[in-house]
């Protein structure tokens, strides 16, 4: 989670109850990372100079100057067949009483509440089918997400589940998330939306939700960051010229846009998209 005021010009943001506000690459290769995506989708790596506790932490800048995301080692302790990841980051007013809720309703509390000087209360929680999130209870400027409108933005959650039902149940209850499902021939595929957003005026939509195929292999349940590119294409084929893996080509949807997943060199998915609305 972002640890100091930004150095650079930034967009004003926007802390949201229950919603997304910050995405965090964990990795057991930081040096790599910072070679890696600033190649691939033109971040700069701005190294913290004063992190609490000592820790090394990186953000990652966007063109226009906002501070979107960061970068810490893989947690000490965690097994080595866990993956890199993406973690995403959940506003909530109170991190304890959230972390007591998610038990109650068939979560698992990986990391119970704990506070970091000048950023806030966090902790780490896995839902009911594994797939892992955090929470904070910011102070100051953490918890406020900027706009997510340009280039290299964080434009879309998507969470890859193998028990859509019960998730449902579990985001609505513990965030107030309200969902709406989208069918299509060969899958659903639901939305997140805020307690107060509207479907049908398209506002407040966090992201989405679909059942993993048996054919993606041994994919398990986890959170899916979506990053936007002017070209997916040429986007997808600078990543794998860096040392990434293409793990789905560049595809169409349907009125909706173009994407493409990719590893990254240390071992992180995420998503490139493109939207054809502009």
Same mark, same amino acid.
């Given at each position: 989670m972002?640890?100091?005021?930004?150095?650079?010009?930034?967009?004003?943001?926007?802390?949201i109850?229950?919603g997304v506000?910050?995405?965090?690459?964990?990795t057991r290769?930081?040096? $790599?990372?910072?070679?890696?995506?600033?190649?691939?989708?033109?971040?700069?790596?701005?190294?913290?100079?004063?992190?609490?506790?000592?820790?090394? #932490?990186?953000?990652?800048?966007?063109?226009?100057?906002?501070?979107?995301?960061?970068?810490a080692?893989?947690?000490?302790?965690?097994?080595?067949?866990?993956?890199?990841?993406?973690?995403?980051?959940?506003?909530?007013?109170?991190?304890?009483?959230?972390c007591?809720?998610?038990?109650?309703?068939g979560?698992?509390?990986?990391?119970?509440?704990?506070?970091?000087?000048?950023?806030?209360?966090?902790?780490?929680?896995?839902?009911?089918?594994?797939?892992?999130?955090?929470?904070?209870?910011?102070?100051?400027?953490?918890?406020?997400?900027?706009p997510?409108?340009?280039?290299?933005?964080?434009?879309?959650?998507e969470?890859?589940?193998?028990?859509?039902?019960?998730?449902r149940?579990?985001?609505?209850?513990?965030?107030?998330?309200?969902t709406?499902?989208?069918?299509?021939?060969?899958?659903? #595929?639901?939305l997140?939306?805020?307690?107060? $957003?509207?479907?049908?005026?398209k506002?407040?939509?966090?992201?989405?939700?679909?059942?993993?195929?048996?054919?993606?292999?041994n994919?398990?349940?986890?959170?899916?960051? #979506?990053?936007?590119?002017?070209?997916v294409?040429?986007?997808?084929?600078?990543?794998?010229?860096? @040392?990434?893996?293409?793990?789905?080509?560049?595809?169409?949807?349907?009125?909706?846009?173009?994407?493409?997943?990719?590893?990254?060199?240390g071992?992180?998915?995420?998503?490139?998209?493109?939207?054809q609305? @502009?």
């Amino acid at each position: 989670m972002s640890t100091q005021a930004t150095t650079v010009a930034s967009p004003k943001g926007e802390r949201i109850e229950h919603g997304v506000c910050w995405n965090e690459l964990h990795t057991r290769d930081e040096a $790599g990372a910072a070679r890696f995506y600033p190649a691939v989708v033109g971040w700069k790596a701005h190294a913290c100079p004063s992190v609490p506790g000592g820790m090394k #932490y990186t953000e990652w800048v966007r063109r226009d100057g906002a501070h979107i995301g960061g970068m810490a080692a893989m947690p000490a302790g965690v097994p080595k067949e866990v993956p890199a990841n993406w973690m995403i980051y959940i506003n909530v007013p109170d991190v304890d009483a959230c972390c007591a809720k998610a038990t109650s309703l068939g979560g698992r509390v990986i990391k119970s509440g704990f506070d970091v000087p000048n950023v806030g209360r966090l902790a780490v929680i896995a839902d009911p089918t594994g797939a892992v999130f955090s929470v904070i209870k910011g102070v100051g400027d953490c918890g406020k997400r900027v706009p997510q409108d340009a280039t290299g933005s964080f434009c879309w959650e998507e969470l890859l589940t193998s028990d859509p039902a019960a998730v449902r149940r579990f985001y609505g209850s513990l965030f107030g998330w309200k969902t709406s499902v989208m069918s299509f021939p060969d899958f659903e #595929y639901t939305l997140f939306w805020l307690k107060d $957003g509207d479907p049908e005026k398209k506002q407040g939509c966090i992201g989405g939700m679909m059942k993993i195929k048996a054919e993606w292999g041994n994919v398990p349940p986890n959170w899916l960051t #979506y990053i936007a590119v002017d070209d997916v294409d040429a986007t997808a084929a600078k990543a794998t010229k860096e @040392g990434g893996t293409l793990c789905a080509p560049p595809m169409d949807i349907p009125n909706v846009g173009r994407f493409a997943i990719v590893t990254d060199p240390g071992g992180a998915t995420f998503a490139l998209f493109k939207s054809q609305h @502009g």
